[in-house]
Structure formats: C-alpha cells, structure tokens
Nanobody, 115 residues
Framework: QARLVASGGGLVQFGGSLRISCAGS????????LTWDRQAPGNQREFVAH???????NYTDPVKDRFTISRDNTENTVYLQMDNLRPEDTGVYYC?????????WGQGIQVTVSS
C-alpha cells in the first residue's frame, strides 16, 4: 500500500531553520514528482515547492532563496530545508507525490514560527 509519512515539524523562532521530511513507501518513489504545499490558519492550501523526478526544482516566490527542496531516492525521502523562517511561514505542511494519474499525499505536519 502506497503511503507518505511526513516528519520534522515543530516550533521555531523567527529567523530560525527547520528541515521537514516525507518518506514514501509502496510505490516507485524515483518515478514521481514531489511537492510540498502548506495551509495557514484561515487560508487555502498553497504551493510551496516542487521537484521533478529528474531533480528540477521550483518554488513559490515568498520562499525562494530561503527554502530548498531535495530528494534522496535511495532513502525514498523528500526534504524541505527551511531557513530564515518568518511567522508567515506558519502552517500545516503537506507532501505529495505525482506520476501520471497516480498521486499520493502525506499527513500534514505543523510548522510554527514564533515572532
């Protein structure tokens, strides 16, 4: 059974760093493009970062130069390194994997940035 399990969320101070992870199992992880989205309280879910199966990345403008998405296909894991965190980065972060018509989502994890 395919699944994605996210980990690494928590509370961090303004300007701090945090790395969140999402481990996949039950599917051929290396074939899939991977995405991180987030949802702040009272807001809609929004795109944060994406990495293709070939390693090409893109980011939403507010996180460019602060966040880095990467993947380790030997560990079936996607990472989101978040630096210089701001209170507006607070939210529930979701990972997802996509390949053609196949898509899987992990459970959300809370990231809270205190001012």
């Amino acid at each position: 059974q395919a699944r994605l399990v996210a980990s690494g969320g928590g509370l961090v101070q303004f300007g701090g760093s945090l790395r969140i992870s999402c481990a996949g199992s039950g599917f051929t992880f290396s074939n899939y493009a991977l995405t991180w989205d987030r949802q702040a309280p009272g807001n809609q879910r929004e795109f944060v970062a994406h990495i293709t199966s070939g390693g090409v990345t893109n980011y939403t403008d507010p996180v460019k130069d602060r966040f880095t998405i990467s993947r380790d296909n030997t560990e079936n894991t996607v990472y989101l390194q978040m630096d210089n965190l701001r209170p507006e980065d607070t939210g529930v972060y979701y990972c997802s994997a996509h390949w053609g018509t196949f898509a899987y989502w992990g459970q959300g994890i809370q990231v809270t940035v205190s001012s």
